[in-house]
């Protein structure tokens, strides 16, 4: 149930259950505006749905740019729910024409090569996620109860205790929104959560201790189907085997996502691995694995020089 004042915390598959109960969003006021923290797949997704049946809402998103490099553009899988979700708000055809249909998942031994093909029971859409961004809000932007607003994160919520018993959105910039719901899509450090001391008590946050580094490939590896994710996995006798794997996910560009991820204990013996002392990530350009907007425009060749000699040894 959606209360008033209301926090919702939702998958991109279970979005699609706000169509079903209008009603709940409009006790409180005649003329409900929700406030949607979190501008990704699930934000704008929200916004489309609520549109649907009458509800204005609007996005807010601390990205200027639909496509700006951060540790959220990584190539993502949709499901049966996510695709479900999707066909509701409109947005499947496009997604479907830009992404490309996983059927199976192939297991690399990474001595040999070898490689075992296990079929998937239901086949996924696999597309990076500044697509299936970019693919959403195509279709959000021009719908006349959605209102997307970009550059700008939501600092903090409180409840108008002087309005008709609301809600006050606090905006970076020091601007305040009313609304009489607030959406939070906006991660697990969620402003909208922290700002409702009852909701951060029910959830435990437990952090992997571990790491990854993501990276594009113009070029996917020669003879790899687009059709699958592929895993690899150092040999058996290797000592490296509990330390790191490798997801390689070719793109229907033909490039290629790559993703090392990587346990604690393999910075002991590759310490250039390890992330730099934490860093603000306001800061572009500093460095730092923490450094998301900037990492792209880094030009030393250091990290890259470094895997490729440890996949070599490995």
């Known amino acids: 149930m959606i209360l008033n004042p209301s926090l919702l915390f939702l998958s991109i598959g279970s979005l699609i259950q706000l169509s079903h109960h209008p009603h709940c969003l409009c006790k409180a006021m005649t003329i409900p505006h929700v406030v949607i923290s979190g501008g990704g797949p699930g934000g704008l997704l929200t916004s489309i749905l609520l549109n649907n049946i009458g509800i204005r809402s609007s996005v807010i998103e601390e990205a200027k740019d639909p496509d700006e490099w951060s540790s959220k553009s990584y190539a993502m899988s949709l499901n049966e729910r996510g695709k479900d979700a999707l066909n509701r708000g409109g947005c499947l055809e496009s997604v479907m024409q830009v992404g490309n249909e996983k059927k199976f998942s192939y297991f690399v031994d990474g001595k040999t090569g070898d490689v075992k093909t296990i079929p998937r029971a239901m086949p996924s859409i696999g597309l990076s996620r500044p697509l299936l961004v970019e ?5 959000a932007k021009d719908l006349p109860h959605v209102m997307l607003r970009r550059g700008v994160g939501v600092s903090s919520v ?42 951060t008590a029910q959830a435990n946050l437990v952090s992997c201790k571990g790491f990854g580094v993501l990276m594009f490939c113009e070029n996917a590896v020669k003879g790899w189907e687009d059709n699958g994710t592929y895993i690899i996995v150092p040999p058996e006798e290797s000592e490296s085997k509990q330390d790191f794997y490798i997801i390689a996910s070719p793109l229907i560009n033909g490039g290629m996502s790559l993703a090392v991820v990587c346990s604690d204990g393999i910075s002991a013996r590759y310490p250039w691995l390890r992330p730099e002392a934490d860093l603000n990530p306001k800061d572009p350009g500093v460095g730092g694995w923490k450094d998301e907007i900037g990492m792209e425009e880094i030009s030393d060749t250091t990290l890259s020089d470094n895997l490729e000699k440890m996949f070599e040894e490995k």
């Open 158 to 199: 409180t409840k108008d205790n002087e309005g008709l018993g609301g809600l006050r959105v606090y905006l970076e910039d020091g601007t305040v929104i009313p609304a009489t719901h607030i959406v939070g899509a906006d991660g697990k450090w969620s402003k909208v959560r922290q700002s409702f001391p009852s909701l």
């Open 135 to 139: 693919c959403i809000e195509k279709v």
